[in-house]
């Protein structure tokens, strides 16, 4: 199989391959074939007594667990402690960024303000607190002990929930019993039901994992509102992608992780010690890029480079000119440490959850954020001191790419062609056929299939459908490194009627062409942006999402996290496509209600479908029927 | 392997065979043999791009997954969720009991009342509500209040936590980061650790899994505390156990799982509803048995008979006398509705987290207690009247068993030798050496090895070295069936010193006899019973637990409520025996912080010995090393 078809990543494997490192493909080959007991979900190991596993032919072995657990049984356990792990992380992410709020509110956070007084604002005004003369302060303590709340176990609906769906959808949930009770408890409770003993109907553990990924959608709406109130709601940005951002005459710094409340502050820190990098020797001062999701929050508003994305981390040490990786959480390969010892490259952790053995550790805190990214950033120059320039080997390969288009950008742009009523013209299109439907591109790369293909493939053939394209994290990253988060990109695949309108907004807001051909929305946490488009729409037009010609799509997806969105995505009402096959196939059952008795219940549902051409197809079939069912 | 020592146990093994009938053994079989990555703790299933798997012998096979996690991560993070879901489940346990609290405290939750006002106002001094004047139910709903916060993401120690360990504990929880920010906030925190790319370094991972751990004492004390007070601290009570409790003549109800909450209302329930059983056709009316911690509970409040415990809770069914199993979480098999189809017997699920595929459901909910018992209870005079006689085949096996032997039972004994200072018998006996020390009995049985055996012979040994024995949960089971809360078993088994200590008690209690060799100190969410008497008496010498001549064992450990058991009984300080191998044989760095390094942070540390006769070996070597600690 194709590694990759990123040129920067084709190039660093030739790397990888000639110097003996080992990467993240290696390590998936050293683990063919895999179990094929754990890879249809046939495996449990939730009590002492297993591990347990089902025959998926029911033939010879066993049909049963030691417990009694049926193969339905044992599939929606282990599919919904994937979901835990998923909302466990995006609710940990958020519940960091509220802790970062109720110190700023103390004055304990000195490096951090309100930075988006008008997201702050809004916010407000929709979580329903009232602002009557209070400090700036007082009011991000009440916001963040609003926010704090939403974790605990309590008797009202989450309000990030309640305020943000539409009411039909709202409804819904109460009926099925899929309001989680918090965000901890509901992963607690999922942890609970699927423990040894517990829940014993498969129909049941999914609908409590289904509870705790509404949950999941919750704390990353939340987390998105904080990050935009305390660093800037992004608007739009140029910047650029690939490894090819490395330079060879700087110090280069990237920030990979997930949360921008760290390198928001190496930002602003990198800024005022660019003396110090050239004193040590690197002309072009300090240069940050961007690996990851921590890297798209810092492209999309600040204009940082994104240099690659999770699958493909090992790879920036591979250009011998990677002097720090400053890492916060998730997504973080434990190798890192390494393979970096095969070149001057200091790993750098920097929160106490998520240590790496072999690594540097500097302990953020938001108390001494300026102090700490300092210190970062003297390692960083310390170890650019012991770059080997024989090593350096920066593939050149830059793409331009638009990043910054928040739901509010969105917004703005469409009210440049009608101020009174911003939506309309994006109905209108829908309406009058410009544009089929929308298509929110999501999700990871996975070494189980070749990088950024399905990725690649599957936006070129629904942009030729004129499906409107949203992306969030390791997507994003992935048509940034192809180019496709560019004008020239919609020119070139852009179906007529979605090229038509991309360019007659593009105009509006005075590019002179089109917008891009897929719009960066964010980072993976940021899902909740092209949401609330989609329920701003629903609202508009008085149906619920479920009928809106709106689909999602994680073709590539790797990470729990992105169990917990997927899912969310078919409770909110989104037919979801994912591009490799989850590890539910040893359960008919499971299977069925994921892909069939999901659509009746919440008007989502999962396709599986491996091949981008047919997964395009299988998307537009069900554009088209959401059309017919509005009638349009 | 020999399956059981039980002799009812091995009697209606022999059934099974003879029908047919499928059990959790010949399951265990089909499994054989296991797969050994998992066995090892190698296998790791937390990202899509798994399943991964570590070559346990470094040989041909890989040595670290996809995401470069080496085997000590994954062992680490493997047992750290299991953890994860221990403490999840004591916590929503506990968190069920504030519910019913919250609700009598607001009047709706008409069958429930502040049973044990001794206990109430005890514990409302210990964690700090004032009475003032306050009603019962306002009292109530501050206290469930404050209950309810210890789930929640906080910035103080839990309540539950620092106003019941040693200051020393304390502060040794805090040096090492060991305090929990809430128990539901803990268990998410594992899982975010946990997930692809967040925690890489084992030893942080461990000490995350400690902090959840400490999360889940504090959830079991509160739940013990709850419970208490709602349905009456234990007291002394003789009941009966084994099979042979159900009753031909009665209609059987088997009361299964781990809350009181249900199972108390059906106990009142059953008095009230005997005319309708005698009128069914069974003259002896209603005849409750409990199996597992639900039975427990209802055994040391009532003295109502525990029949079997989890591990042999099918073999209940196949006496074909049992006309009911009502259940409620945790333990109970999957596979119940399944045997229960060769019989007649109705299996009821009653908790909306907990079904089973093929069995009854009705909903219990604390506002319709009374009248959900009552449909429950009709229920099983529905199925009684289809018993069939042929089938009846009840193991002529009863042991009389003393339970109720809760930290206020074993003060109180303790008070009638001396009024002004109860703990002094206690500790001048293990000064003179009279008892050498304490062993905590606690854990399930495991289908691995042969039931009750590890158990059995382990107690006996140590009690014959003069061991004081307590003991919770299936350890209380256990010793029930094999006659060993007895005083004969005192007379029987008891070395000469703690003999005669057992019998000065005795008499002073009135028995005129020795107390039983064990005392069953509660079900298994209750060890914080066992861990106050150490606390108490580490307090008293103005010690740490640490010190103390205090050891744990789960001899045939099953559950991932055991797992997280241990690592607190590890926390506390203490010696903590399992007599089954937990999936981390993998990681020699695991082995060595849970079995070494933690006896140099902690004080407590796991000794892994499956042999009892070593493992009592092991843990007299324990004790006597304590002792010339403290130099006696």
Redesign the interface.
Known sequence: MERSISPDSILLLKTAQATGVTT?WD??E??LP??G???TGL?C?????????IDPFGVS??K???????A??IVAR?LA??I??????H??HA?HLVHTMLKFSRGEAPDYSIKDKDKFYAVLQRVGITRDGKSEEELAGELAQLA??E???REDPPVWLKTTITPARMQKFEQF?LIPS????A????????????????V?ILL?AIKCAVGDYTGMYLATDLSDILFGTPAPVMARANLGTLKENAVNIAVHGHNPVLSEVIVAQAELMREEAIAAGAPAGINLVGICCTGLEVMMRHGIPTATN?LSQELAILTGALDAAVVD????????P?VASHYHTAIITTM??????GAHHIEFDEKHAGQKAQEIIRLAIEAFKKRDPAKVNIPPVVNDAWAGMSAETIVKVLALVDPQDPLKPLVDNIVNGNILGVCLFAGCN???ITQDKTFVELVKALAAENVLILCTGCASGSFARHGLLTPAATEKYAGPGLKAVLTALGQAAGLGGPLPLALHTGSCVDNTRAASIATAIANKLGVDVSALPVVATAPE???????SIGTWAVAMGLPTHVG?V??VTGSPLVVQVLTQTAKDLLGGYFIVEPDPKAAAAKLVAVLKERRAGLGI
């Open positions: 993240a390590r998936y050293a683990q895999q179990c007991f754990g890879e495996c190991r939730h009590c002492l007594q297993g591990p347990c596993r072995g066993p049963y667990g030691i417990c009694g657990a049926s339905d049984v282990g402690r994937s835990a792990g998923g909302t466990a992380s609710s940990a519940k704090l709340d974790f605990s176990e019993g918090g965000l901890d408890s992963v607690a409770e999922v942890m609970h039901r699927t423990t040894n003993g517990v829940d014993a109907d498969a049941n409590g999770s959480y998730q997504c973080i390969m434990p190798s890192l390494t106490s959850i998520a240590k790496i053995t996975d070494v189980k997806a790797a990470m729990e996290k992105a169990v490799v989850p590890p």
